[in-house]
């Protein structure tokens, strides 16, 4: 069987997986929509960056997360004021 190769938005997998916390943090609705709306209007604002990888193999998130942990955690701020102030559910 040949492996099966796929390519990852690091940025939309350092997004999905910090924007909880921020969601939790700065206390915007939980909801599936607002929290699909933060990450939505976060990566509108970052340059996708991507990347290959065998089905099997999962996302190194360290290794890009000290490059990009700056501009993602900024743009996911300011996406939940947006959020919170507009809430569209």
């Known amino acids: 069987a040949r492996d099966e190769s ?3 938005n690091v940025m939309q997998a350092l997004v ?3 924007v909880p916390k ?3 943090l700065l206390g915007v609705c939980p ?3 607002c929290q699909a ?3 939505a209007l976060a990566l509108s604002h970052l340059e996708p960056k991507y990347m290959v990888l065998q089905k099997c193999q999962r996302f190194p998130v360290s290794v890009y997360e000290n490059h990009y942990n700056a501009a993602v955690t900024s743009q996911i701020i ?3 004021r947006v ?3 507009n809430p569209r559910h």
């Open 16 to 18: 999905q997986e910090k």
């Open 31 to 33: 909801c599936s929509r």
């Open 78 to 80: 300011s996406a939940c």
């Open 6 to 8: 796929e390519y990852v």
């Open 22 to 24: 921020y969601i939790k």
């Open 37 to 39: 709306d933060v990450e």
């Open 83 to 85: 959020v919170m102030e």
